[in-house]
């Protein structure tokens, strides 16, 4: 009797049941009987808590279409481990004895960047692990694409549709915040998709006069409004420059809640031009997966059974070329795959005349 | 020859072109060439500066599923009728005297509350108008239903149901705000139709304890979770005995955006659980109508053009009964339709144990 | 304790589960732990072969989006009941007898024309009944709306937008069949919502010649391309004066599958226009319900649960002037609320310009 | 002053407009007003008939999100270049001479497999051509990705999604049709997203024996209903040995419209079963772009701005390695790009469980 245990850990997304499922699917299908499944409550917490249940093969059925998690997530283990003090030595010891009690032959985790910190950690511990890239992000280092990407995309894309026609009828400037704290490829992907005036992204810090001079010349090109997708990590040219200790300083002094309001206030200022602010939030990591992250989860889903089956531990599967690979956890830990500032997609915008506010 | 000026004024939504279609449709049906359609610019904003245009038959195809309004529109007007002083005097004037240089027969206008008090000044000040209520917050007096409403429940609702699979999956407490400053039609269908766990209306005013009760008695009985659909103009019962001056002075103080932040930060205090706030905003009124708007704005439409047809002038086209009937604009002009506390939809939700946190 | 037996039955729709769980909610609110739900499988296949569960509370949570039905749903008993034979009978006996052997005190029944029928006839032989009208065709008498019609016409409008921008980029005449047999809601409503240029309905037999003008005419006036919503129940004004026997026979000759693809046959012969024929089919009763008809189910529900809670038997819960009342089912049975040829939505269709092909 | 000239070919898709506007928009980024654009009406057959008009820079905007081609395309010219004989020797000469006529510096060609036939033979003429990929079948030689693709994936998943509740609740065989005729990743990538239990495609032929069978496990399993999607070109293995010729007669006696009935009356002489069949047919290519195909169309549209800038002619721009880059129009022309039967998607999907029919 193969024995697999499975995890979701960090901010939940589009496609983890679906990926769930597609490895679970496929395990019963190599192994039948001869596999048990174990779900992990609420991430690395229920490793640590040793708070799990056996699945059933019905649990996995209808859950391709359902948003979120079965097995529920959390996100404070992830803090937890990036300063590894004493308590988190045990933490560790913990997950690695609960593993022993439920004698489980591998352990599949299925998260983003922190998430595969903390895999690549009980990797190296000698936990036999398997992980799939979640996150709406994209930044999972060692893939081409993370599952929710698209789905979240389309969310935040519908979004800017609809602030369209009523920046347009209205002749209003918009700023629409997308997630991303660190990485822009959501707000990149959704400004050209939902035809963004202006983006505005982590990587790309803009200075507030090369904003206002894009909004003026709209103006007098006679064009009614504009709408500016900004990154919720967005961060000027000034801050940038900054060391990570006087940034947080001088976020902590902003007495709005978020870069889009400090922005709209600053521009507002400046042109005299009011300036509405909409700001989505998690509605953008919520609902039912697209079919593109569908097919994607599937396909990491069964993948990540095939290399269980091969007892091919200490990997990631990975979109690479448009096929599905495994990489090394330690390959993927730690890393970040941001937007390159020259990559083809902002060029692309550029060339359409959006502005990067730069 | 007909001529026939159309303005839309206020904030725009859902199934304006859908219904500024259905008029010059139906007219151009009616009298073919005999008839000359005028586009005013910018709501009242365009008939007091004479800022117009002829339209041409195929400006009103391929509209019926566009967002916003191709006349444009504006709300400054509206603030401007509320106090009448010598300068809005000059405007009713500019308006008349720009109605006869345009040598219209008659004026239709697409609007909400504010512009149904403009529109019965006009009508008292002997202009042929015929109007139609539009507006997400169906609060028009003297109709059972404004196109733009169902159209907006159909989004806040999807955003409810994205909120669900995350909230779920964290266990997370989760605030919604949802568009309805005086009035909560647009969060109470949403609520119901998203499966919110409380519903906080301008009408019912919350005790912050009854909530932090419910949320406690969810946590007792093993949910996870709990979803507050929260109306922009959700106010406390504390609130609600203050006077309008007292409650403005309130309100300035305080140090959150919205109402949302500000409860959540109180929940958060008296709970010691983390509440997270999503506000989608403006984008409840944009994007394409949905179909049930679209079939009530080409019928408003059709009725308006018939009002006209039949030089029946000084009345709204309303929903009642089921029927589309003329409704004086002297009986609208003024008057909110509010949620009445003990309406079927509440206690609806009541049965089903919402709660409305009074 | 109370015990309360729920069924389903007829071709399923969007809003059923919805439904359900307001019933069961309501009826836990009311009676707490004193109350128990039996599911009865597939209809009245379930009653009659007493199959059953007895339900827990979360089998209702999660269900309010969820298309289908929990319950399963059959047809054959609908048929079985229009002819009342021996067999039958003992089908009645037969459910009469499973009634008492789970010692009900009342029966929940949700669906559409047939169901009520059974539903008045179960009533009639003494059994405790309260009803709630379903379907995507909105054609039971005595409510002015069924949960489900405006989910159907949703998709089907969504349809009817994407055929609109095939035929405009390439100039054709497209056929859409919308769901009705016998009634045309459904195909009236999504015709106008979808900008349909031609709607034909069951209950307004159309001319060949007349369509065939129709097109002729939109090609003279430069309109590169025609969209017929045709309900699948659509005929000629000869097929009209048919008796029922030599229509059924004409039909069983007719050697398409349906009478959309023969329609275009005709068309093509007569004006040598290629036609194009869509049929959606049995998708636009599936799928999550819309906003409206999440709130319109839940409203029907809790009304069921009250109905229960005064022994208040006999009747269907229905939407009548916009509040939810109880009618005798004696005064639904055998009833269709029929499109009236004349009715607002038909005339408001004709002041639009779009043809009935009379 | 540099003259581009710009058609769509072939069947409409999402998409078309979204790389016309990013063509378009580039070119004017690039050149501003010392460029001009000729829109050629319906395709090829704008080009022989001389039939086109001078775009001006607001016929590109707002076009983003819009369904079809503002263009106009036929499917008429791909069928004629098949056999290229004396007549259509004068057509590529009426392109040529109408070419030289509008005086242009190169041909903007959007369409898929027939369209790049085409186009390479105009390169091959002497006409600088640029050409981009567009069609929901994916089949394209030479690119990882067409764009339209995704958005019929994502409506035929959807179609998919709504016949699982229905399927589910009734205890139903339902096979969905979905486009495809020689080529299936559109039915294959649908399939897998919308959780079908068989999938036939035209490259994998099917045995009855083998659809039986697996219908007959699910049976055994409890499994209350099953759901094939069918591609338009799905084929039997005995069909798959006949010769071109004898195929076309064979099908050409067949009673059904298309495969999908043939097939369902099989299975039910087979299984005694009864299946329902959905062909929701033209309304896959139709409606607004998914925010994929938008950034998609909009990479390609501008990149190929780019190679007009250089002048660099003869190429379609691909997508290859997740970059855009040029490929000569000689190695894609006349070739398709199936399905291998071996593919990674093909194996993700039979280890799920899913059937292929073989």
Redesign the interface.
């Known amino acids: 009797m193969k024995r697999v245990g499975i995890l979701?850990s960090g901010?939940?997304c589009q496609g983890?049941n679906a990926a769930i499922r597609?490895v679970a699917?496929?395990l019963?299908?190599?192994w039948g009987s001869e596999v048990d499944i174990y779900g992990i409550q609420?991430g690395y917490r229920g490793l640590i808590e040793g708070s799990y249940r056996r699945m059933k093969q019905e649990d996995f059925s209808g859950i391709?279409?359902?948003?979120?998690?079965i097995l529920?997530?959390?996100?404070q283990p992830f803090k937890m481990m990036r300063v590894i003090g004493e308590d988190n030595v045990d933490k560790v010891k913990a997950m690695k004895s609960n593993f022993k009690k439920m004698k489980l032959d591998c352990l599949v985790i299925l998260g983003g960047n922190g998430t595969h910190k903390t895999a690549n950690l009980l990797s190296e511990e000698g936990l036999p692990v398997v992980s799939l890239p979640k996150t709406i992000d994209n930044d999972v280092w060692g893939t081409?694409m993370t599952f929710g990407f698209?789905s979240a995309?389309?969310?935040a894309?519908?979004?800017l549709?609809?602030?369209?026609?009523?920046a347009?009828?209205?002749?209003r400037v918009?700023i629409?915040e997308i997630m991303g704290h660190k990485v822009g490829w959501l707000p990149l992907?959704?400004g050209?998709?939902?035809?963004a005036d202006v983006i505005l992204l982590p990587e790309i810090p803009y200075k507030l006069e090369s904003i206002v001079k894009t909004l003026e010349q709209r103006n007098k090109a006679g064009k009614?409004f504009s709408i500016l997708a900004v990154a919720e990590g967005a961060l000027s040219q000034k801050e940038a420059k900054l060391s990570k200790k006087e940034f947080k300083a001088a976020r902590a002094e902003m007495k709005?809640?978020s870069i889009s309001?400090a922005l709209a206030a600053e521009i507002e200022e400046k042109t005299g031009q009011e300036i509405?602010?909409?700001?989505?939030?998690?509605?953008?990591?919520?609902?039912s997966p697209?079919?593109?992250d569908?097919?994607l989860s599937?396909?990491f889903g069964?993948?990540a059974?095939?290399l269980i089956y091969e007892q091919n531990y200490g990997n990631m599967v990975a979109l690479q070329?448009?096929?599905?690979v495994p990489v090394p956890l330690s390959e993927v830990a730690g890393k970040l795959k941001t937007v390159p500032p020259a990559c083809?997609?902002v060029?692309?915008?550029r060339?359409?005349?959006i502005s990067f506010g730069d």
């Open positions: 979701t901010g939940d983890l597609g699917k496929a019963y299908e190599k609420d391709l279409t359902l948003g979120g998690t529920g997530t959390s996100r081409e698209h995309v389309e969310i894309t519908n979004v549709d609809c602030i369209h026609t009523t347009t009828s209205h002749g918009f629409v992907y959704a050209i998709a939902g035809g009614r709005y809640p309001y509405r602010v909409t700001v989505p939030g998690h509605f953008q990591r919520g609902g697209c079919a593109y569908r097919v599937t396909r069964t993948a059974a095939q070329g448009g096929s599905i083809e997609e060029r692309s915008a060339d359409l005349g």
